[in-house]
């Protein structure tokens, strides 16, 4: 099938809804700016749009082992919840006013932010690791693989969609660490970093609950034979 401008808006506007949902990355990126500005949170925006390119490249190629209720599926949402939930403890653990960071920024002893290729890192691991990411791109690109749409096409949309990632991210990062958004919650960034570590905790229990809920069943039949 050749490129249709009404598909294209359909996939476009539900790939956006989805990046309106507010999750694991989303939290990640706040904090980031919050505490360093939207030129360092860049590094975890790139790194996060990143992750979803591997994952719009493993849906196009019909990498059937990310499919849902596959092993690997299962297990990349085990280890995604435990890294959610080790963030999250390391947020409550080291929560710390920021002011007095953000105006002593340049200073000898001032807190250093991590370096690019850790910040990097840390995006490109909350969305490697986030089953949520596999489920959609694999669900909606095995939706347009049943519509026959040419490969090219299909590849324009992986890009878009990698695009749109990129410039929601940079542009929650640059909203969120503006100096006078920065200068108002440094006062509150411990009650910030504990709120955002206790959401990473409750995302983690609640994905491993409805991982115990599916998997369950599967060990109760294996087991019954």
Request: with cysteine.
């Amino acid at each position: 099938m050749a490129f249709s401008w009404q598909q294209f808006i359909l996939v476009a506007g539900a790939h956006f809804l989805a990046l309106l949902s507010p999750g694991p990355d989303f939290f990640l990126i706040v904090r980031g700016a919050l505490l360093h500005g939207w030129r360092k949170a860049a590094a975890l925006c790139l790194g996060i749009a990143t992750a979803n390119g591997v994952f719009i490249v493993l849906a196009i190629g019909g990498f059937s082992a990310l499919r849902p209720h596959s092993p690997l599926f299962y297990a990349l949402q085990a280890g995604g919840c435990l890294y959610l939930a080790y963030l999250g403890g390391l947020l409550i653990r080291h929560a710390r006013p920021a002011g007095t960071m953000l105006h002593t920024a340049g200073r000898p002893g001032a807190a250093a932010p991590p370096p690019w290729l850790r910040r990097f890192a840390t995006g490109f691991a909350s969305g490697i690791l986030n089953p949520k990411n596999a489920l959609f791109y694999a669900s909606l690109f095995a939706l347009l693989a049943g519509d026959h749409i040419h490969g090219g096409v299909q590849l324009a949309y992986g890009l878009w969609m990698f695009g749109a990632v990129l410039a929601w991210d940079l542009a929650v990062a640059a909203s969120i660490g503006h100096p006078a958004i920065m200068a108002c919650f440094a006062r509150y960034n411990a009650a910030i970093e504990r709120v955002t570590g206790a959401v990473l905790l409750l995302i983690a229990a609640g994905g491993l609950w409805l991982l115990a809920n599916a998997v369950a069943p599967a060990w109760t039949a294996s087991a019954a034979q």
